[in-house]
């Protein structure tokens, strides 16, 4: 992740989060048996659960990290990701929120 730019980064998990939309969208409200919305799911099915949230943690992880060279849209397109997602960080939340504030 160390290589990405901050464009590349929200722009990767833009991707996935967009492909979880999408699906949703053709599966009409609910997928699985967890009870969650498909736009939570779907890309947990393509790929695992457990693989999406490790990636999307080490986003989060090197996004902390450089703030500072993200560019408003980077920011957006990343916290939108994480929202239609539903994932939660934390650490990256914050540190957006105090980026956003010394802006």
């Given amino acids: 992740m160390d290589n990405f730019s901050p464009q590349g980064l929200g722009n990767l998990a833009w991707a996935y989060a967009k492909q979880a939309q ?3 969208g053709v599966n009409d409200s609910t997928i699985g048996s967890t009870g969650r919305l498909a736009v ?3 890309s947990c099915l393509d790929v695992g659960e457990n693989l999406v949230r490790r990636l999307f943690s080490r986003i989060a992880e090197t996004g902390v990290e450089n ?3 993200y560019k408003p849209q980077d920011l957006s397109n990343t916290c ?3 929202a239609t997602l539903g994932l939660l ?3 990256f939340f914050n540190s957006v929120s105090s980026q956003v504030v010394l802006r």
Wanted: no cysteine; net charge neutral; glycine share 0%.
């Fill in 22 to 24: 999408l699906a949703a």
């Fill in 40 to 42: 939570y799911e779907t």
């Fill in 67 to 69: 703030l500072h060279r």
């Fill in 80 to 82: 939108w990701a994480f």
């Fill in 89 to 91: 960080h934390n650490s």
